[in-house]
Nanobody
Framework: QVQVDESGGGLVQAGGSLRLSCTTSGRTGHYAMGWFRQAPGKEREAVSCISASGVTIYYDDSVRGRFTVSRDNAKNTHDLQMSGLKPEDTATYYC????????????????????WGQGTQVTVSP
């Protein structure tokens, strides 16, 4: 059974930084990974996608230049380094994994991912 687990959420002041980590288990090999977030009363939105090799990375425009995604395949980890945080970044952040190695053209859609974590809360105070 595939398991996806996020950690690292918390409360931070605007302008601060936070690092989220995602670990996966239960499936042999390495696959494309995504981060999503959902604020109260809003739809879930994509943050990033990173290919299995780490060569291809996509970011949503709202986070590009502030967030950096990385992965360590030897440890089965996938991190999201968030800097310059804004109150509008407040949300539950979810890690997701695809069954394929690449980020597709529709990487920003929840439908592109097959396995999801339970989410970790990030709160940015003004």
């Amino acid at each position: 059974q595939v398991q996806v687990d996020e950690s690292g959420g918390g409360l931070v002041q605007a302008g601060g930084s936070l690092r989220l980590s995602c670990t996966t288990s239960g499936r042999t090999g390495h696959y494309a990974m995504g981060w999503f977030r959902q604020a109260p009363g809003k739809e879930r939105e994509a943050v990033s996608c990173i290919s299995a090799s780490g060569v291809t990375i996509y970011y949503d425009d709202s986070v590009r230049g502030r967030f950096t995604v990385s992965r360590d395949n030897a440890k089965n980890t996938h991190d999201l380094q968030m800097s310059g945080l804004k109150p509008e970044d407040t949300a539950t952040y979810y890690c997701a994994m695809r069954r394929e190695t690449y980020c597709p053209g529709y990487w920003f859609s929840s439908d592109a991912y097959h396995y999801w974590g339970q989410g970790t809360q990030v709160t940015v105070s003004p």
